[in-house]
């Protein structure tokens, strides 16, 4: 049986001066026809922390029904999920490379757009 997996938005690999159009574009705000299923993977620095720009504009996306996975591109170190990521509505990455995060949330989407459940995904695997 083959599963047609949830569409996703490439990561959001952008410099620390980035601001908030360049985070929304990166994240497919904006486009006609976007679904609740539209998802990306904001790229930040270790420890996978986004500039204030950037944090406002995921925060926004993840408000308005995008899932919003945070992750480093750092060589080492995790995205903890912590009470500001929570409470923005934000996935922590954990220990996954925005690449392998993309694929978890991919296979999440299709089973489920609950943040709890895809942040628990995170964690287990």
Same mark, same amino acid.
């Given at each position: 049986?083959? /599963?047609?997996?949830?569409?996703?938005?490439?990561?959001?690999?952008?410099?620390?001066?980035?601001?908030?159009?360049?985070?929304?574009?990166a994240?497919?705000?904006?486009?006609?026809?976007s679904?609740?299923?539209?998802?990306?993977?904001?790229?930040?620095?270790?420890?996978?922390?986004?500039?204030?720009?950037?944090?406002?504009?995921?925060?926004?996306?993840?408000?308005?029904?995008?899932v919003?996975?945070?992750?480093?591109?750092?060589?080492?170190?995790?995205?903890?999920?912590?009470?500001h990521?929570?409470?923005?509505?934000?996935?922590?990455?954990?220990?996954?490379?925005?690449?392998?995060?993309?694929?978890?949330?991919m296979?999440?989407?299709?089973?489920?757009?609950?943040?709890?459940?895809?942040?628990?995904?995170?964690? /287990?695997?």
């Amino acid at each position: 049986m083959c /599963t047609v997996l949830p569409s996703t938005n490439h990561s959001a690999w952008q410099p620390r001066e980035a601001g908030p159009a360049a985070s929304n574009r990166a994240i497919g705000r904006g486009r006609s026809g976007s679904e609740t299923s539209n998802s990306s993977k904001p790229a930040g620095f270790a420890p996978g922390s986004p500039t204030p720009d950037q944090r406002e504009a995921f925060t926004e996306a993840a408000q308005s029904g995008v899932v919003v996975v945070q992750c480093s591109r750092a060589a080492s170190g995790r995205v903890a999920p912590r009470r500001h990521l929570r409470e923005a509505g934000l996935v922590a990455g954990e220990d996954f490379s925005p690449q392998k995060a993309r694929i978890l949330l991919m296979l999440m989407l299709t089973t489920t757009s609950d943040i709890a459940e895809i942040q628990q995904a995170f964690q /287990t695997y």
